[in-house]
Structure formats: C-alpha cells, structure tokens
C-alpha cells in the first residue's frame, strides 16, 4: 500500500474529514443529525469523515452550515498543502476520547492535579513507545 504525500487530494480529503468530525463532536452533534442535515445516510458522514470519500463542494457548504462554521475553515485554505501544527492537532482531537478527556481536564480546578495528570499521561506515552 503506497504512503499519502503530503497536500495529494487524499490528504485533503483526510484533513477535511478531520474538521468535519473535530467541529461536530464540539457541538456535540452526532453522525446521524449531521447526516439528516445533509441529506446523506450516517455512513456517508462517517466516510467523509474518514477522508474515504470526497465531500463534493455543494456538500462542503452544507456542512459548513449546519457546523456554523465556514467553507474556508473546514477546507483550512491557510495550511492547504502542508501538515500544518494546526492539522495534528485536529487530528489529535479526532480520536475518540480525545475531545472527552480534554474537557474533562479543563474541568479539573486545581493545577496541581492537572499537572500529575499531565505526567501521568505523558509517563504513560513514553512507556508506550518502549520495548517491552
């Protein structure tokens, strides 16, 4: 299976599927209400989101619509064609549980146990990495 180059359509069309389902799950919508909206079936949704399929560009401004954002931001027009910081965070953020445990952590009033959070997580990452 041949790697995606960087800015190739397939790559677009990952990124955009990206901040379809990073800006739904922020709104707390799910797959089915931004389906219905859209006229498409939740396994299309899925599929855009994924960057299986291609979000033609009437169905592009409908999202942008229905997620009350714009064309332009679901695009992300100043990082097209380059992996941009902004792009693996919203990578980051589309992994399940990630938007969760986020808000949960900036629910956490006290910077001590926020921060033991934090070297929790990292020291587990870390352990991840290592060989067994």
Do not use: H
């Not at 955009?16 to 389902?21: A, F, L, M, S, V």
């Not at 994924?50 to 027009?77: F, K, P, Q």
């Not at 001590?112 to 934090?118: D, P």
């Amino acid at each position: 299976m041949q790697a995606k180059e960087v800015g190739s359509p397939a790559s677009l069309d990952l990124a955009i599927g990206t901040r379809i389902r990073t800006r739904r799950r922020q709104l707390g919508m799910n797959q089915s209400d931004l389906a219905e909206r859209l006229g498409v079936s939740f396994q299309q949704v899925q599929k855009y989101e994924r960057g299986a399929n291609r979000v033609a560009a009437s169905t592009l401004v409908a999202a942008a619509a229905a997620l009350s954002t714009s064309v332009s931001w679901l695009v992300g027009e100043d990082s097209v064609g380059a992996v941009s910081d902004e792009e693996e965070v919203f990578r980051a953020l589309s992994r399940p549980g990630a938007l969760e445990l986020l808000r949960a952590f900036n629910g956490i009033p006290d910077g001590r146990a926020r921060a033991a959070l934090l070297a929790l997580t990292q020291e587990m990452a870390t352990k991840a990495d290592r060989p067994a």
